[in-house]
């Protein structure tokens, strides 16, 4: 028999749901997004230097990186990629002569409130043997920007708090704030009525002000938390799916054994210890496979498309590492288990090439140009001459690398000036410390001459270039706009001509 051709309705039917399906297929395939690309290449350790107690955050287009000085200053790193912040200059935002807080600076963190950055920070008092006198301190940003400038706001303290073991009552470390409910918390490492060092927490009227005592929600009681000597500190908020969790650092930092518990919010009152449950084994430890000894005293970071999770801590390369300046900050991606809670995995190796935080588009910069406020100009080694004494000054900004420079942390606030060109240092002349002494390239001498404090301006991006030496900052003669000004010391007049902006650059 013969077949039947298919009539014209059915195949006009067919076509429209052919049709139909076409449009709504290109509709998902244009509305579902693309796998986040990965980050720029970057490798552990974040910050080689001073990198204890690291507090990171993604802000408008770059990451700022704060962490411990053991002095009265500190030092923020800037970088639009978590790659950079290993090379990117440290500024010094914050210094302090008031003898009661003007040394050994720990554990600074910045949180953002009512169009503020505020600084938690504990310092300790001038000629006080450490580390008795700790105690909790919070600045004021002037507005947006996380690099200030600063202002002190309080002291954050509470007659319920024990000194450890002398000296007035009021001993607090490591501060870090919770919200819960619309309200602030301040979290912190202390004793209460001569406990051990514990984790404690006081609620806040605002992000400077405490409205009532301290209690504490966790004490080392666990043998994992006691090795070396008990102790609690570093609490870090972390929030996920509605659920509140509390990382903390336990055990001393001395040891090797220095790691990561954690605490969840099961009830509804912070200030209770009953409303917080422990995880009885720790989240975070050692790794001798890959050199990681007493990681701890973390912070989280989103990364910057907001689809990532990651850790940054410190930790040591050695298991007799200890508490100071070996410490060293690294930053990892985390996930989350089929439960809910965090999994941090193992702490990674130092070495290997890892993707960065998803959504980086920006170029890793690896050098600066440095750009004077009044002229417009670049910081120029006068036509990219090798020798000793070549003359610095101001030129027309060309991109050569001449006018780029490499700003390499010293590891004790200061840092040199490194000409990408010649790979000499900026230095003064016959190390005098009178104004109008010039300044021009020589080779590296590892002396107070050659070494500079970048400190944070007013405004914008704009720093003064302190000679170490002298106290003076670099200076365009006469405020001249013309190429070849000579750049000179010259006392601190807070005008443009003695401001310069950082510009990263690769």
Avoid at 26 to 39: D, F, K
Avoid at 137 to 159: Q, R, W
Avoid at 247 to 269: I, N, P, R, V
Avoid at 282 to 307: E, I, K, L
Wanted: some cysteine.
């Amino acid at each position: 028999m013969p077949q039947m051709s298919e009539q014209p309705s059915a195949r006009r039917h067919r076509s429209l749901i052919l049709c139909v399906l076409a449009v709504l297929i290109a509709m998902v395939s244009a509305t579902t997004p693309a796998t986040a690309a990965e980050g720029r290449p970057y490798t552990n350790p974040v910050k080689s230097q001073k990198g204890a107690d690291p507090w990171l955050e993604y802000y408008n287009g770059n990451y700022y990186l704060v962490t411990t000085s053991f002095t009265g200053v500190l030092t923020m790193r800037k970088s639009p990629t978590l790659a950079g912040l290993s090379t990117a200059a440290s500024v010094q935002i914050w210094s302090d002569t008031t003898p009661t807080r003007n040394t050994n600076i720990w554990a600074p963190e910045i949180h953002f409130f009512d169009g503020h950055w505020y600084l938690y920070y504990s310092a300790a008092q001038s000629g006080v043997a450490c580390c008795d006198s700790q105690r909790t301190h919070v600045l004021e940003s002037a507005g947006t920007d996380p690099m200030g400038p600063y202002t002190y706001k309080n002291i954050l303290t509470d007659a319920s708090l024990t000194p450890g073991p002398a000296g007035a009552q009021g001993w607090l470390i490591d501060a870090s704030v919770l919200k819960h409910d619309d309200r602030l918390y301040l979290l912190g490492s202390g004793k209460i009525n001569g406990s051990t060092q514990s984790l404690v927490i006081a609620p806040m009227s605002n992000p400077y002000t405490l409205s009532g005592p301290f209690t504490i929600i966790s004490s080392p009681t666990l043998s994992w938390e006691t090795q070396g000597s008990p102790v609690n500190e570093g609490p870090e908020p972390l929030y996920h799916d509605g659920r509140t969790f509390l990382t903390f650092s336990a055990s001393s930092c001395s040891t090797a054994e220095y790691k990561l518990g954690q605490l969840e919010l099961t009830g509804s009152d912070p200030l209770l210890a009953s409303s917080w449950t422990k995880k009885q084994t720790p989240v975070f430890q050692r790794n001798d496979a890959n050199g990681v000894y007493g990681p701890g005293h973390n912070g989280f970071f989103s990364s910057p498309d907001g689809t990532e999770n990651w850790i940054v801590y410190h930790a040591n390369t050695s298991a007799n590492g200890g508490c100071g300046n070996a410490r060293t900050t690294r930053a990892q991606k985390f996930t989350w288990n089929a439960d809910g809670t965090p999994n941090f995995g193992t702490p990674v190796a130092l070495g290997p090439t890892l993707p960065g935080p998803s959504g980086e588009t920006a170029t890793t910069p690896t050098a600066y140009t440095l750009v004077n406020r009044n002229s417009g100009k670049c910081l120029d080694v006068e036509g990219g001459n090798t020798l000793d004494g070549t003359n610095i000054f101001q030129w027309s900004c060309t991109g050569g690398a001449n006018q780029k420079w490499r700003v390499e942390d010293l590891g004790n606030d200061t840092s040199r000036l490194v000409n990408v060109a010649t790979g000499k240092v900026a230095d003064t002349a016959n190390c005098a410390k009178t104004d109008g002494t010039d300044i021009a390239q020589w080779s590296w001498l590892n002396n107070n001459c050659q070494k500079f404090r970048l400190v944070h301006t007013a405004t914008g991006d704009y720093v003064r270039i302190v000679n170490e030496n002298s106290g003076k900052v670099a200076d365009v003669a006469n405020c001249g706009t013309q190429n070849g000004t000579d750049v000179r010391l010259w006392t601190w007049l807070n005008n443009n001509c003695q401001q310069w902006r950082l510009v990263p650059t690769t």
